[in-house]
């Protein structure tokens, strides 16, 4: 093994002609050349290849050696083209493509990635809801009402309403039961919040709660709920929302962690969908909790108003039917507890012995169910 | 290659090559939620700059995938920080001033309230250029020695502020003093081995590069001012602004990238490094744009074939299914098209950016380092070795705010 190379000596922009020899006993590379002061002795095992070079018919060699470089590697490099060179090099030296890395390496990452993700997590769920709760609560309340309407406006928009207001249902009997309803709820206290409590017209059995005091519920809650308790438990769910400024904590705390997470994940191919995922999962810690409270609040409001809890258990075992639990791992991801724990948890809370008065009458009950008939 | 006392940029890199590797990473990549990428970013650079030859000598890049990754996890502590703050306090502001927007205007207003968050993040962006040009620089070597540039980000960062707000008042008449100075201000600071560069030239010279930025602006102001002035439709004024206001339109972009490009060889051919030697750049602005048109139409056709094989399985899959039932439920029959499809959709995107790279940037890098020389070359034996740059970040803010470009 024997032949030219061409030397660069790491320390001046020189480009040496040189021949590379073994040594004597076979266990290092001798570099002698006219342009050197003496000769360079690289030790076998040590000689390592620079990886991804473009010039597979060439091996640029240099060799592990400990320096203040980004990685522990002689600044030197030997360019080696002679073809029988660089199959002995390839043939004989396994260890060319090596990676050393130095050590405490793992140390180091363990470290960064420790702090950096005590960072994220300390601003994703202390510092940003922390902050949400103090802002939510300074917004004064008209420009919190402005922003509700611009969200439920983009809701309505969503369900397939070509302008605003085209899918609301305001059939005037139906209003007014309605309005009885929620009178009785509220029983005249104080919200804080000026309700404002409308129907869509949209199959999709849900109700949703708005920054600002604005509830939706839409009409497919009306058609599959068995009795008008059923539908005040819900409401109350929602004013329980309402009450704890929930839909503008969350959108203020949005506005925080997506940017954040954005960051995180970066630029590659698929980042956005981990973004969304992330998100999804702590914003799931989060509303998890809200709807407990939420639900909490509405077993006290439905026992003041003098109605069951059990209502609300009641619209849990409808959307069971309907959909199913989440169970499993999937649960994390889900905005809702189970809704076995939630059944039970609203039979729990109701008394044995109430004495019932429907939340509606018959004919207010039929008024309400049917709110959407005469639209358009 | 050397001829006398001149040496020609080469470039020998494989579109083939390229391609494998960037499509390899990216899959990897992908399998590790994006861990890989900075591994990934290092293997193609390395690639790169070893197909890059000056007098026979290939260069090299020596950054690491684990120094970038260390980097990102440190700026990401920076900027959780200041980014989640930021953008939780100009949302609340923005709900504050700007409310529901009821007309148009007042949601154009929000989104610009909005985009401050933005704004509060330029002197980051700024300073992360300077960073990640200066790891680059420390990360490349020729005949083993370091390139390098001083600790400056700041200054950078402040000037670079500076300069967008001064062209932004001149609405854009000023745009050479930027790149000028810009240029100039980290060119002075970059260092081969113990030799410094030194940018020469005049910043209104760069006004000669954007004629045919001006020449398709007045093309699009005259074909506005005819139209503002047609009376009957099968004027002469008509056709001339049906034709003018496109063909302006078309001229500005190619007068945008024509700047750019010329830009550089003007400011590439005013370098000097240790005042002795020059460098000669002469890319052609025409042979820039045509590499850009001939690889999009080959990537657009080469994937368009995939999109149609991948659709063509998945739409096979679920035509079995009767999707359209009402209170049609989650059937276990959907998830094998389900995951060809997303599978598909991601491997197509990788694979869109392995071959754009293959296709596009790297014919492009290959016509800039061929149409290089560089003059007197026999004084850099002359030059001597440099320090090791630590590079604290090793591109972490870049690669955080998402600022790099291709490669």
Known sequence: ?376 | MSDGNYAHGDYTGHGKALFWLALCTGLLTLLTLGIYRFWAKTRIRRYIWSSARLDGSRFEYTGTGLEKFLGFLLAVVFLAVYLGLIQIVLFYFGLRIFAAPQTPEQALAQTAGFSVSALALMPFIFFAIYRARRYKLARSRWRGIRFGMDKAAWGYAFRALGYWLLTLISLGLLTPLMTFRLEKYMTDRSWFGDAQFEQQGRWTALYAKMKHIFIGLVLMALGGTAAAFIEEPASLLTMLAVLAIPTGLVWFVIGVISYRVQCFAYLTRHKMLMGKIAFHAQPRTAKVIGTYIVGSLILSLLLSVAVAVFGGIAALMLSGLDLTAPDSTFEPGMIPPIVISVAGYLLTLIAAQAGALALITQPILRHYVQSLTVINIEALAEIHQRLADPGADAEGFADALDIGGAI
Request: with cysteine; hydrophobic share 45%; aromatic share 4%.
């Open chain 1, 1 to 376: 093994m024997k032949g030219n190379a061409h030397l660069y000596d790491g320390q001046s922009a020189a480009r040496h002609a040189v021949q590379v020899d073994l040594s004597e006993d076979r266990n290092a590379l001798v570099i002698t050349g006219d342009s050197l002061a003496a000769p360079v002795v690289w030790p076998l095992p040590d000689l390592r290849a620079l990886g991804d070079h473009a010039d597979p018919s060439q091996i640029v060699l240099t060799r592990h050696l400990d320096t203040p470089d980004e990685s522990p590697r002689d600044p030197a490099r030997l360019v080696v083209e002679d073809p029988e060179m660089v199959a002995w090099l390839h043939r004989t030296r396994p260890r060319l493509h090596r990676k050393d890395l130095r050590d405490g390496t793992g140390r180091r990452i363990a470290l960064r990635l420790g702090g950096a993700l005590a960072a994220v997590a300390a601003m994703i769920f202390v510092i940003l809801p922390a902050l949400a709760n103090t802002l939510a609560g300074l917004l004064p309340l008209d420009k919190e009402i402005a922003f509700g309407q611009g969200v439920k406006a983009q809701m309505e928009r969503f369900l397939g309403a070509s302008e605003l207001g085209a899918l609301d249902c305001d059939a005037p009997a139906g209003r007014a039961a309605l309005d009885r309803m929620v009178a009785r709820l509220t029983g005249g206290q104080d919200l804080g919040y000026p309700l404002s409590v409308s129907v869509i017209d949209h199959k999709m059995m849900n109700a949703f709660a708005a920054p600002g005091g604005q509830i939706v519920v839409l009409r497919g809650l009306l058609d599959k709920a068995q009795s008008p308790d059923v539908v005040a438990a819900v409401l109350a769910h929602e004013i329980g929302h309402v009450v704890h400024r929930d839909p503008t904590r969350h959108a203020l705390r949005t506005a925080g962690s997506v940017g954040l997470l954005g960051l995180v994940f970066g630029d590659f191919t698929g980042g956005t969908v981990m973004v969304l995922l992330a998100e999804r999962l702590i914003n799931a810690s989060y509303s998890q909790d809200a709807e407990a409270k939420a639900d909490q609040y509405a077993y006290d409001m439905l026992i003041a108003a003098g109605l069951p809890p059990s209502a609300l258990a009641e619209m849990f075992e409808t959307f069971r039917k309907e959909f199913g639990d989440v169970e499993g791992p999937m649960a994390h991801f889900a905005s809702h507890p189970r809704l076995a724990t939630r059944i039970d948890a609203a039979n729990a809370a109701s008394p044995q012995e109430t004495p019932h008065r429907p939340a509606l009458g018959t004919a207010d009950w039929q008024a309400l169910r049917t709110i959407c008939k005469d639209r358009g």
